[in-house]
Structure formats: C-alpha cells, structure tokens
Nanobody, 113 residues
Framework: QVQLVESGGGLVQPGGSLRLSCAAP????????MGWYRQAPGNQRTMVAL???????NYADSVKGRFTISRDNAKNTIYLQANSLKPEDTAVYYC???????WGQGTQVTVSS
C-alpha cells in the first residue's frame, strides 16, 4: 500500500492562510499527477487542485486565485498554499494520486472566527 503523508491542517480565522504538505514515494511522485481533494460533512469529495509531473496545474473554480498547488521534486512533496480562507473552505483535505486511487489519511481544515 502506497503511503501519502499529509500535514498542515488546523483552525484558522476567515481571511487567514494555511499550507498543506503531502509526501509521496519517489517512484509515484515522478510518474503521476497528484492533487488535493476535500470533503465537508454531508458533501461529496471534490477536487481542489491537481499538479502533473511536469508542473501543469488545474484548480476548482471555487479556489482559483486563492489556492496554489506546487511541488518540490527534491523532497517528493506537494503543497497546497491556501490564502484568503473562507468558512466554506472548511473540510477534510485529502492528498491523492487520483489515477492510482491512492489517498492520504486526510487533514482537517477549519475556517472559523
């Protein structure tokens, strides 16, 4: 089983920022697109941002201009910089290799005053 190790969630006030990290095995990181998904209570899990091996990115409309996905090839790690956070961003965020159906354990992000 491939292990994706996430970190960086927490409680933040509206308008604040967080950075999520996800480390993957090198053999996976170099070959496949990776991304972040989120799931709020009662809702389906949805794509937040994706990044390909060459660095091409894709974002959900709801986070464009506020979130940035990036990768560090030396550390086999992807990041999600989340700025201007809103209460509706509250969810469990999951790191994923979607084409391989690999998922991290999830990290809670709560945006609240």
């Amino acid at each position: 089983q491939v292990q994706l190790v996430e970190s960086g969630g927490g409680l933040v006030q509206p308008g604040g920022s967080l950075r999520l990290s996800c480390a993957a095995p090198g053999s996976i990181f170099r070959l496949y697109a990776m991304g972040w998904y989120r799931q709020a209570p009662g809702n389906q899990r949805t794509m937040v941002a994706l990044i390909g091996p060459s660095g091409n990115t894709n974002y959900a409309d709801s986070v464009k201009g506020r979130f940035t996905i990036s990768r560090d090839n030396a550390k086999n790690t992807i990041y999600l910089q989340a700025n201007s956070l809103k209460p509706e961003d509250t969810a469990v965020y999951y790191c994923s290799v979607p084409t391989r159906d690999y998922w991290g354990q999830g990290t809670q992000v709560t945006v609240s005053s």
